[in-house]
């Protein structure tokens, strides 16, 4: 059974920076798309960032584009949200989901507050 961790998220001051990860068990995620989304106090749950099998592909919501950067280390079996610069506006629960042969996995999300 495949799990998905999620770590890393803190209260931190605006423009500042954290990493968040997702370290999976179970399996390997090596040929599986891995999205983050995030979901603000009560508002929907909407997509950040998304990074393809080899690494290559990378998709950023308008939102964060410049300032946040995906990566993974398959030999890790993680996959990393690098926030910069982050806003008040950020704060929200993130989670990480991978999509295996059409069954969402999905992580509990970690807590990152920006104050202003």
């Known amino acids: 059974q495949v799990q998905l961790v999620e770590s890393g998220g803190e209260l931190v001051q605006s423009g500042g920076s954290l990493r968040l990860s997702c370290a999976a068990s179970g399996q390997s995620l090596s040929n599986y798309m891995i999205h983050w989304f995030r979901q603000p106090p009560g508002k929907e749950r909407t997509v950040v960032a998304i990074?393809?099998?080899?690494?290559?592909?990378?998709h950023y919501a308008n939102s964060v584009k410049g300032r946040f950067t995906i990566s993974r280390d398959d030999a890790k079996n993680t996959a990393y949200l690098q926030m910069n610069n982050l806003r008040p506006g950020d704060t929200a629960v993130y989670y990480c989901?991978?999509?295996?042969?059409?069954?969402?996995?999905w992580g509990r999300g970690t807590q990152v507050t920006v104050s202003p």
């Open positions: 990074i393809g099998p080899t690494g290559r592909f990378t």
């Open positions: 989901k991978t999509d295996l042969g059409g069954m969402e996995v």
